[in-house]
C-alpha cells in the first residue's frame, strides 16, 4: 500500500514551505530529514527529555511527539533561526561564555526553551529559570552554568546590547 | 523511532468527526487531540490505530466561556491556555492549580484539557480536579450529545465511559454560588521528580461558614483504578471546625476504604501513607486560602 501524504505548509524560520508528509511523520524527523535542519536533536523520542524543543507559533514544543501534519498553517522556530549570520544569538553567547554545555546534546532545546522563558519574563530570578528549564535534561553540566548564561543573556537582552559587543568576545577568535 | 502508519483525516466540525470514527471502525480509529500521551506510546507502538481523526481544525472546541452557572471548557483548549486563563482562575482556580503540575510547559503548550482526560491516565491530575469540582462531561456521538458526570465517566486506566464512535466536546464545571462563605481550593502531590506523574496527587475544596466548614469536597489520584471522591472524609468535615483535629481525622477516613495496589513507583502501604499526609496538606492549604480570602 502506497503511503497516504497530506499537503502542509508551514514556515521555519521565517521561511516557507508547502509540501507533502506522510501523516506518521514526526516534526523533529521532518525538521531534520526533510528540510536539512540538523540542529534539532532527537533525544528520548517519548516527550521526556527535551533535546527536540522548537517553537511552535511562539510556544515551545516536543517536536518528537508532535506530527508534522500538527505544525500545518504555523510558524516553527528551530536553534538555527537563532543566530543572525555569524552573529550570535545573545543566548547563544552567553551559553558559550559561561560554559552552559559540555557535549551539546541538550543545548538546542535548552537555547528554544530559555527562549520562550524570557519572552514570558525578561527578568526572571534564577528559581524561576532553574523551574523554567526542568522541563529540559542535561546530563553534564549540572544546570548552574545554563541558568548563569540564561540571566546573563536576559540582562543583555533587556539592555538591548547587540550581541558580541562585549569585551571578552576576541577569546573565541 | 516512528509510529507504525495509519489513515488520517482533518475534519473541521464535531459531527464530520463523529461520522469518521463510525465510518471507519474497522481500523480502530483514535482521536487526535494535542498527541502528547497519544504520540509517545504511537513511537513506542503500544498504540497503532489504524486511522487517526485530528480535531485541530475544530475552531468551536477550543473556548473557554461562562454558560449560566457553569465554566464551559472546550475539549481541545490548550492546557496552558487554561492554566493563564482569567475566567479560569475567578472560577476554577483548582483546575489551573493542577495543570501546572501536569507535565511540563513544552507538553502543556499542545496537550488539551479534553485530551488529558479522555486518556483517563489513573495517576494523571487534570480528572481528579474535575471529579472535585464536579464536573461534567459533554460527548457527541451519531445520536447526539450527552452530559456524563465525572464520576461516571472514569472508569478504570485508561477507559472511559465514551463509546468508540464518541468524541469528548465540552468539560462542565459548576460555579459554585459562595455567597456568604469564603471558599479555598488546594492541589499537592506527590512526584519523585517535578513534571513526573504524581504518586499520590490530592485535590481539596473547602468552604467555611464563619468557624464551620460548610462544604468539602476531595478527590485522590495514585489511592485506585481511577482518581476517586473521598467521600466519607467530605462528610467527616462537613460541620466541623476547620482545625487540626478534622482535618486529621479527614485524612484518615481518606485513605480507610482505599486498598491501591503497589507498583515500581511505590508500594501500597507506601502510597497510602502519602496519601495520608497529602490530603492532610491539601485540605491545610485550602482552609488557609479559604482564611486569607478576603
Known amino acids: 500500500m502506497k503511503p497516504q501524504k497530506h499537503p502542509i505548509d508551514v514556515t521555519v524560520n521565517g521561511r516557507r514551505h ?17 528540510l ?19 517553537l511552535l ?4 514544543i516536543r517536536s518528537c511527539i508532535t506530527f508534522a501534519v500538527q505544525a500545518d498553517g504555523a510558524e516553527v522556530s528551530t536553534v538555527e533561526g537563532l543566530a543572525r549570520g555569524a552573529e550570535l544569538h545573545p543566548l547563544q553567547d552567553e551559553f558559550w561564555d559561561k560554559q552552559g554545555l559540555q557535549c551539546g546534546y541538550c543545548t538546542p532545546g535548552m537555547l528554544m526553551r530559555a527562549q520562550e522563558i524570557l519572552a514570558a519574563n525578561p527578568d526572571p530570578t534564577p528559581e524561576q529559570v532553574r523551574e523554567g528549564i526542568s522541563s529540559n535534561l542535561c546530563r553534564c553540566t549540572g ?12 540582562d543583555r537582552l533587556r539592555d538591548g546590547t547587540a550581541a558580541g559587543a562585549r569585551e571578552n568576545t576576541e577569546v573565541r577568535s | 523511532m516512528k509510529p507504525p502508519p495509519f489513515a488520517y483525516s482533518v475534519p473541521a466540525t464535531v459531527a464530520e468527526a463523529v461520522e469518521l470514527l463510525a465510518a471507519h471502525a474497522d481500523a480502530e480509529p483514535r482521536v487526535l487531540a494535542g498527541g502528547q500521551s497519544l504520540i509517545p506510546l504511537m513511537n513506542f507502538r503500544l498504540a497503532q490505530p489504524g486511522h487517526l481523526v485530528d480535531l485541530r481544525n475544530i475552531a468551536e472546541l477550543s473556548s473557554i466561556r461562562l454558560d449560566g452557572d457553569a465554566l464551559v471548557i472546550g475539549a481541545m483548549t490548550r492546557q496552558s491556555e487554561v492554566e493563564r486563563s482569567p475566567e479560569v482562575a475567578l472560577a476554577a482556580p483548582l483546575l489551573a492549580e493542577a495543570i501546572g503540575l501536569a507535565a511540563h510547559p513544552p507538553i502543556r503548550n499542545l496537550g488539551t484539557v479534553g485530551g488529558n482526560i479522555a486518556h483517563a491516565d489513573p495517576a494523571a491530575e487534570l480528572p481528579a480536579a474535575v471529579l472535585a469540582l464536579d464536573g461534567e462531561l459533554v460527548a457527541v456521538g451519531p445520536d447526539g450529545p450527552r452530559t ?3 464520576a461516571d465517566f472514569l472508569r478504570g486506566p485508561f477507559s472511559t465511559a465514551l463509546a468508540a464512535d464518541e468524541l469528548l466536546t465540552e468539560i462542565r464545571l459548576p460555579r459554585r454560588d459562595l455567597a456568604g462563605v469564603r471558599g479555598g481550593y488546594a492541589f499537592v502531590e506527590f512526584s519523585r521528580v517535578h513534571g513526573n506523574f504524581a504518586i499520590v496527587g490530592v485535590a481539596a475544596l473547602v468552604e467555611l461558614d464563619g468557624d464551620r466548614i460548610r462544604r468539602a469536597a476531595l478527590a485522590l489520584t ?10 466519607a472524609a467530605e462528610r467527616a468535615l462537613t460541620g466541623a471546625a476547620p482545625d487540626p483535629a478534622a482535618v486529621a481525622a479527614a485524612a ?11 507498583d515500581v513507583h511505590a508500594g501500597a502501604i507506601t502510597r497510602t501513607v502519602l496519601a495520608r499526609t ?8 485550602a482552609i488557609s486560602r479559604a482564611r486569607d480570602e478576603r
Open chain 1, 18 to 34: 508547502s509540501t507533502e508528509v506522510e501523516p506518521r511523520l514526526l516534526l523533529v524527523d521532518f525538521l531534520r530529514e526533510e
Open chain 1, 36 to 54: 536539512g535542519l540538523p540542529g534539532t536533536h532527537v533525544g528520548c523520542e517519548h516527550g521526556v527529555c527535551g533535546t527536540c524543543t522548537v
Open chain 1, 57 to 60: 507559533d511562539g510556544a515551545s
Open chain 1, 143 to 154: 544546570y548552574q552554568f545554563i541558568v548563569e548564561a540564561v540571566l546573563a543573556a536576559a
Open chain 2, 148 to 150: 456524563i458526570a465525572a
Open chain 2, 222 to 231: 495514585g489511592v485506585a483504578p481511577t482518581a476517586i471522591r473521598a467521600h
Open chain 2, 252 to 262: 484518615e477516613a481518606a485513605v480507610a476504604g482505599t486498598s491501591p495496589s503497589g
Open chain 2, 278 to 285: 497529602y490530603v492532610r496538606r491539601a485540605l491545610d492549604l
